[in-house]
T-cell receptor
Framework: AQTVTQSQPEMSVQEAETVTLSCTYDTSESDYYLFWYKQPPSRQMILVIRQEAYKQQNATENRFSVNFQKAAKSFSLKISDSQLGDAAMYFCAYPQETSGSRLTFGEGTQLTVNP | KAGVTQTPRYLIKTRGQQVTLSCSPISGHRSVSWYQQTPGQGLQFLFEYFSETQRNKGNFPGRFSGRQFSNSRSEMNVSTLELGDSALYLC?????????????FGQGTRLTVV
């Protein structure tokens, strides 16, 4: 089964600065997807960005971008111009190879944004 | 359109009791998944239902069960509650539950077992 690892339990960043959250995963698949989800204090998980493994171009969504290194099995999230509202728990997720929806999540990284 | 709705938001139960949690997916979504979130184990997949059938199941004991109704609403049941079942239970819905589609989450039900 695929595994996902986030080695940074906590990170902090100054408002307007840039921060990078790390994620590594293990899989034998060649074609797959990866997601970053955000969980604010409201507890509702929100999709931040998704990457398709067969696409060489790194995904970007406004201030959020990824650095996808397929050979290294690394999928980091970069948040530019950090805002107070970015403070949350961030989870890296791998949708399992199955007919249906089954996400494997990393341990999460708690991001604090300092004013 | 309305998001994923989970009820109740908070629940306190006693060891040995059973509990039922409810999830109403986004209109038109046919896949509903359930996850358990605890500080120690993180987010763990419980099961997924699609068109009233359980399509995937995680590694949880048989005390954890679920079902899905014809309107895609889903319930999960935990019988003979244990202290370790205290957790945030999250429900997620998606259109057809394929790997590349976004799962939309509810705000969860916080279950406390005393």
């Amino acid at each position: 089964a695929q595994t996902v690892t986030q080695s940074q339990p906590e990170m902090s960043v100054q408002e307007a600065e840039t921060v990078t959250l790390s994620c590594t995963y293990d899989t034998s698949e060649s074609d797959y997807y990866l997601f970053w989800y955000k969980q604010p204090p409201s507890r509702q998980m929100i999709l931040v960005i998704r990457q398709e493994a067969y696409k060489q171009q790194n995904a970007t969504e406004n201030r959020f971008s990824v650095n996808f290194q397929k050979a290294a099995k690394s999928f980091s999230l970069k948040i530019s111009d950090s805002q107070l509202g970015d403070a949350a728990m961030y989870f890296c997720a791998y949708p399992q190879e199955t007919s249906g929806s089954r996400l494997t999540f990393g341990e999460g990284t708690q991001l604090t944004v300092n004013p | 359109k309305a998001g994923v709705t989970q009820t109740p938001r908070y629940l306190i139960k006693t060891r040995g009791q059973q509990v039922t949690l409810s999830c109403s997916p986004i209109s038109g979504h046919r896949s509903v998944s359930w996850y358990q979130q605890t500080p120690g184990q993180g987010l763990q997949f419980l099961f997924e239902y699609f068109s009233e059938t359980q399509r995937n199941k995680g590694n949880f004991p048989g005390r954890f069960s679920g079902r899905q109704f014809s309107n895609s609403r889903s319930e999960m049941n935990v019988s003979t509650l244990e202290l370790g079942d205290s957790a945030l239970y999250l429900c997620a819905s998606s259109l057809v539950g394929s790997r590349n589609t976004e799962a939309f989450f509810g705000q969860g039900t916080r279950l406390t077992v005393v």
